[in-house]
T-cell receptor
Framework: IAGITQAPTSQILAAGRRMTLRCTQD?????MYWYRQDLGLGLRLIHY???????GKGEVPDGYSVSRANTDDFPLTLASAVPSQTSVYFC????????????FGPGTRLTVL | GQNIDQPTEMTATEGAIVQINCTYQ??????LFWYQQHAGEAPTFLSY??LDGLEEKGRFSSFLSRSKGYSYLLLKELQMKDSASYLC??????????WGAGTKLIIKP
């Protein structure tokens, strides 16, 4: 693989269920990010990780958690999904920290009913 | 507060030139990015400006005026494949990207 992959591509989920969105990059980038994109709004940062073993909260972290056990993987977990979490979720990575260009995965379209 | 404004939608003709504007107010400034996003796809990097002036890259150019909180993306010799959304994002003092809602560019033959 080359770049960033995300899984699943799309998912319909019942409210209250737990869900983990997967993100894997093979570029050996230090920093990784999770965004959500909603119609009419800009991308909003959920959580980020500057390097393996560290994570931080973005603009809209409530209801989401992340982990960064190694350089390549950065899963996003919704502990108990709610309809307002219906969105397109993008994972991204960059070589250094925020000043570097971010490369995006193809996205996961999540619908919570 | 932090705010980025760009037009919601623009229409242009194939072969023409279009300028997409972006104005911003952020707490601190560490540069401005432009990304292109085709419908149903991921954003892809176009340009980064941190100093005032014009950066040219092929058919695309990006301009920044930090004193005015203003940037524009200039697309020349428009092609149908340029139909996409163009996202403006600034990096604030915490090195977090603040994104505009994007400008949907429609190219007509």
């Amino acid at each position: 693989i080359a770049g960033i992959t995300q899984a699943p591509t799309s998912q319909i989920l019942a409210a209250g269920r737990r869900m983990t969105l997967r993100c894997t990059q093979d570029m050996r980038h230090n920093a990784m990010y999770w965004y959500r994109q909603d119609l009419g709004l800009g991308l909003r940062l959920i959580h980020y990780s500057n390097t393996a073993g560290t994570t931080g909260k973005g603009e809209v972290p409530d209801g989401y958690s992340v982990s960064r056990a190694n350089t390549d993987d950065f899963p996003l977990t919704l502990a108990s999904a709610v309809p307002s979490q219906t969105s397109v979720y993008f994972c991204a990575s960059s070589d250094g920290q925020f000043t570097d260009t971010q490369y995006f995965g193809p996205g996961t379209r999540l619908t919570v009913l | 507060g932090q705010n980025i404004d760009q037009p919601t939608e623009m229409t242009a003709t194939e072969g023409a030139i279009v300028q997409i504007n972006c104005t911003y107010q952020t707490s601190g400034f560490n540069g401005l990015f432009w990304y292109q996003q085709h419908a149903g796809e991921a954003p892809t990097f176009l340009s980064y400006n941190v100093l005032d002036g014009l950066e040219e890259k092929g058919r695309f150019s990006s301009f920044l005026s930090r004193s005015k909180g203003y940037s524009y993306l200039l697309l020349k010799e428009l092609q149908m494949k340029d139909s996409a959304s163009y996202l403006c994002a600034t990096m604030d003092s915490n090195y977090q990207l603040i994104w505009g809602a994007g400008t949907k560019l429609i190219i007509k033959p």
